[in-house]
């Protein structure tokens, strides 16, 4: 079990700028969260997959931001044309998807710190 | 709709004990509590469910009050290693258990 793993570690990038970010789930894992985190704040679900299906998306993510999962291993979440408030934390998480209340733990990765100038 | 945590910030010496609440305005189910230690993941700590019996990780228990709708963990005889930032969680609906809506965050921190 080597734990979830996410990079790049940090990323600065100037408004308008594309920007990918990728997450290597734990390998038995099947299903993928990504969460969004800014400073004081507890995470913020942005989306999730069952083995490479996207199932759902928050209401709040904007068309901006597209998240994959080929093959339903590792994911990338894309945003395009940056804007300062995208600057946050964002949390990749995998579960094994039992579908059980007492189960569904999250094992997060440390994250990718975007910054946007 | 988030869930509230009280207090915001707690401030102990190492020994001391602590509560930390979690209550929703909807009906809850089950709650997730998770700790996450300055720059890095946020870390699983338990799970309690409806009906359920009390949790505990380590010398960290915690309840569920359905009634009032909130759930407390409890820290007994902190320790350093204890300091971070506590949260919440309640499923947010959909389909998966692990779609949670996190609360604020408690910070902790533990002086020798």
């Known amino acids: 079990d080597t734990g979830v793993s996410q990079n790049p570690r940090h990323k600065i990038t100037k408004r308008g700028q594309n920007v990918t970010f990728r997450c290597d789930p734990i390998?038995?894992?099947?299903?993928l969260y990504w969460y969004r985190q800014t400073l004081g704040q507890g995470p913020e679900f942005l989306t999730y997959f069952q083995n490479e299906a996207q199932l759902e998306k928050s209401r709040l993510l904007s068309d901006r931001f597209s998240a994959e999962r080929p093959k339903g291993s590792f994911s990338t979440l894309e945003i395009q044309r940056t804007e300062q408030g995208d600057s946050a934390m964002y949390l990749c998480a995998s579960s094994r998807g039992l579908d059980s209340a007492t189960n569904e733990k999250l094992f997060f990765g440390s994250g990718t710190q975007l910054s946007v100038l | 709709q988030q869930p509230v945590q009280s207090p915001q910030a707690v401030i102990l010496r190492e020994g001391e004990d602590a509560v930390i609440n979690c209550s929703s305005s909807k009906a809850l189910y089950s709650v997730h509590w998770y700790r996450q230690k300055h720059g890095e993941a946020p870390v699983f700590l338990m799970i309690l469910l409806k009906g359920g019996e009390q949790m505990r990780h380590e010398k960290i228990s915690a309840s569920f009050n359905e009634k009032k709708q909130q759930s407390s963990l409890y820290l007994t005889a902190s320790q350093l290693s204890y300091s971070g930032t506590y949260f919440c969680?309640?499923?947010?609906?959909?389909?998966?258990?692990?779609?949670?809506?996190f609360g604020q965050g408690t910070i902790l921190t533990v002086h020798p």
């Open positions: 969680g309640t499923p947010a609906g959909g389909t998966s258990y692990g779609k949670l809506t």
């Open positions: 390998s038995e894992h099947n299903r």
